[in-house]
């Protein structure tokens, strides 16, 4: 009952910056926290951010060390993950999902829906 496509990804130099978007569909108006992920190859799935409807936000500060920002337009349904200072090692396929109650931890996998995902390469 609900769709998430995840748009921005790409190829980008160490240091620089990508915006990612996470669009939302079908029934929305439950959905209550929408966070991202990240895999790289041959490694485990990493909670990266999450943010609920009213804008509380949490982050796993070992990865992004305060360089990610996760933002929420309501009104639109979609939710942005501003990254900056882009490192090699933050390569991997970025995922959007959502969560509906009853709720899973922020920073669990165990969310109710998620995106097809898209890939984020940074370079040396």
């Known amino acids: 009952q609900v769709q998430l496509v995840e748009s921005g990804g790409g190829l980008v130099q160490s240091g620089g910056s990508l915006r990612l978007s996470c669009a939302a569909s079908?029934?929305?108006?439950?959905?209550?926290?929408i966070g991202w992920f990240r895999q790289a190859p041959g490694k485990e799935r990493e909670f990266v951010a999450a943010?609920?409807?009213?804008?509380?936000?949490?982050y796993n500060e070992d990865s992004v060390k305060g360089r990610f920002t996760i933002s929420r337009d309501n009104p639109k349904d979609t939710v942005y993950l501003q990254m900056n200072f882009l490192k090699p090692e933050d390569t991997a396929v970025y995922y959007c999902?959502?969560?509906?109650?009853?709720?899973?931890?922020?920073?669990?996998?165990?969310?109710?829906?998620w995106g097809q995902g898209t890939q984020v390469t940074v370079s040396s």
């Open positions: 999902a959502a969560d509906v109650p009853p709720l899973a931890g922020w920073t669990t996998d165990n969310y109710d829906y």
């Open positions: 079908g029934r929305t108006f439950d959905l209550y926290v």
């Open positions: 943010i609920n409807w009213d804008g509380h936000t949490t």
